[in-house]
């Protein structure tokens, strides 16, 4: 049976959960304990700091885990990625105290850099042939200038708002980070076959995220009209009612454009629409 590794508390933990659980695989969403086994596919779940993921896949102590990416390079554990999962959505970036005049990323030559990923951050510097000072440090790595350990940071960012609060300009993304699917790259062929189906469960949630059924009433000869505002769309199903002239047309839309979709199709003439949750598509 496979093990997965998922983190314990903390900003993935109830996003993975969902998806397993949109997937059809119930876990304990409890921190307090450290294994458990799933309902509705066969599966140990193993409850960790996501620190300890990539390691525990390299190790195969799991099999598989849901770690950030960015876990996933600092580690540089033995590890394939082998599927993005759409949430945990960051960056690692550079930023500076905003009185400083940057003038691009030779600016870091010499200066002295704080953040709690030095892997990843040595590796661009050498990417770059630049010699800086990387320290390290666990927390709180936004205060370091403002306290003197250091002349700039590199750090997570999600919308910015703590380097403003902190007086700090972000100059440069260095990597784009989501949650990801990882494995042990060892896998038996039993345990590669269970990551298949797997994979292929969390593929189809992900993909009918956001999706919306759509049925509504047509006059028939006003089919082709509203075809054409469903672009992309492999041709839509057309019903026939009892009343000759109209048809019943049901198709998935987005739930971005749904709106946008739907005044259109109330022109073309289409009445009675009802929109429907999609709980999965399947390929
Ligand atoms: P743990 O106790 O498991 O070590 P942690 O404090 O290291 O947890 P969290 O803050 O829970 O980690 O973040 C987990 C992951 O969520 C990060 O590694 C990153 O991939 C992702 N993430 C998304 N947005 C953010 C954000 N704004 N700040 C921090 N991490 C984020
Ligand atoms: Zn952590």
Same mark, same amino acid.
């Given at each position: 049976m496979?093990?997965?590794?998922i983190q314990n508390k903390g900003r993935l933990n109830e996003d993975t959960v969902s998806l397993m659980s949109d997937a059809g695989i119930s876990a304990s969403a409890s921190h307090r304990k450290l294994i458990s086994d799933a309902k509705g596919f066969p599966?140990?779940?193993?409850?960790?700091?996501?620190?300890?993921?990539?390691?525990?896949?390299?190790?195969? /102590?799991?099999?598989?885990?849901?770690v950030g990416l960015?876990?996933?390079? %600092?580690?540089?554990?033995?590890?394939?990625? /082998?599927m993005k999962l759409g949430f945990g959505g960051c960056r690692l970036s550079l930023a500076v105290p905003k009185e400083v005049q940057y003038t691009g990323i030779r600016w870091f030559e010499g200066k002295r850099v704080a953040t709690?990923?030095?892997?990843?951050?040595?590796?661009?510097?050498?990417?770059?042939?630049i010699h800086a000072?990387?320290?390290?440090i666990a927390g709180s790595v936004e205060v370091a200038p403002a306290v003197g350990m250091a002349d700039a940071i590199f750090d997570i960012v999600s919308s910015g708002g703590t380097l403003v609060q902190n007086?700090?300009?972000?100059?440069?993304?260095?990597?784009?980070?989501?949650?990801?699917?990882?494995?042990?790259?060892?896998?038996? %062929?039993?345990?590669?076959?269970?990551?298949?189906?797997?994979?292929?469960?969390?593929?189809?949630?992900? %993909?009918?995220?956001?999706?919306?059924?759509?049925?509504?009433n047509l006059p028939k000869d006003k089919v082709a009209e509203a075809a054409a505002i469903l672009p992309g769309?492999?041709?839509?199903?057309?019903?026939?009612?009892?009343?000759?002239?109209?048809?019943?047309?049901?198709?998935?839309?987005?739930?971005? %454009?749904?709106?946008?979709?739907?005044?259109?199709?109330?022109?073309?003439?289409?009445?009675?629409?009802?929109?429907?949750?999609?709980?999965? /598509?399947?390929?």
């Open positions: 496979l093990t997965i590794a599966l140990h779940v193993l409850y960790l700091r996501d620190d300890d993921i990539p390691q525990a896949v390299a190790m195969g /102590v799991a099999d598989i885990g849901v960015n876990e996933v390079l %600092e580690k540089e554990e033995d590890v394939d990625v /082998v709690s990923y030095p892997v990843i951050l040595r590796n661009f510097f050498a990417d770059h042939g000072f990387v320290h390290e007086g700090l300009r972000e100059e440069d993304t260095v990597i784009n980070s989501e949650a990801v699917l990882i494995a042990n790259p060892h896998l038996d %062929e039993e345990k590669r076959a269970a990551l298949a189906k797997l994979m292929f469960r969390f593929t189809s949630t992900i %993909e009918s995220r956001g999706m919306k059924y759509v049925l509504m769309m492999k041709s839509p199903t057309i019903m026939p009612l009892a009343d000759s002239q109209w048809v019943s047309m049901h198709v998935v839309i987005h739930e971005n %454009e749904l709106w946008e979709k739907i005044e259109k199709l109330k022109e073309t003439g289409a009445t009675d629409i009802l929109v429907l949750a999609l709980e999965n /598509v399947i390929k």
